[in-house]
């Protein structure tokens, strides 16, 4: 394998090598959000996006009019429902906002995530200086069809999807990639598996000698396989009690409202699969 090749591709942020060859990440709702701002303030096809991770990507844009067209592309992700949906832009006088298929809280405000609003202005700012000045909104004409699909009506979000994104990449969640991952685990004696890219910061700067591993909320296959390390699970306090309670699908739990009960049946589901499993540590 071409050692250029493999620079340039891991660089780009969109490949992971694998045993077999590459696994392909996807780009966030919010990146394609964005690529279609660019598009419409910039008048151009081509345009090139800064991503949360500080990595420029350069996507394709398709102009209709007066219209911006960004297709997201999902990677090698298996089951993403927001595949290949269609982001619409367009210019407005001034400002940032947001129309037909965004969802929106009962409050009215729209279902974006502080992350992929920042990425959206960031970019706005300094990404797409070059296009005239004004404002853009941001549609989805798919959004209200996936809502359904989608957690957002247990969250209490209505009429359309979420725009999200914590690093602007999509990673590509399937057979081959948690393969991957625990074939790689196997090298560390102590390791944490966490729910996200988030958690992972979160754990090499809280869990020190664990090597952090994002499994989303993956948990079982990783336990049971990996039974020579020793195992934190950390993350998401969210994410990591649904996984043990399902019941609480569909409500939202921060760090400070754990309890004991909780943090309990965590560690007794992790330990079902896995008796190394010494600790559950929640990020707040």
Partial sequence: MDVEEVRRKVGSGLFILSSDGWIRRGLTTGTTATAALCGALSGEEEVVVRTNAGIDVDMRVRLENDVAVATKDSGDHSFDVTDKVEFHARRTDV?????????????????????????????MATRCA???????????????????STDNHRLGIAGGISILGSTGFVEPWGER?????IEIARQYP?????TGRRGWRWSRENIPGY???????????????LQGQEIVLSGHPSLLIKWAMPEFAGRLIAGRQVTDEQRRAVMDKAREYNGNVVDVRFMP
């Fill in 190 to 194: 102590r390791v944490s598996f966490t």
């Fill in 177 to 181: 990639l948690l393969r991957t991952k």
């Fill in 95 to 123: 400002g940032l906002s947001f129309g037909e298929g965004v969802g929106r809280f009962r409050g009215g405000r729209p279902a974006v995530s502080g992350s992929a609003m920042g990425q959206l202005e960031v970019n």
């Fill in 211 to 225: 090597q952090p591993f994002v499994f989303g909320v993956n948990f079982e296959e990783p336990l049971s396989e």
């Fill in 130 to 148: 070059k296009g005239p000045d004004g404002g853009v909104e941001i549609s989805i004409p798919r959004g209200r069809e996936l809502w359904a």
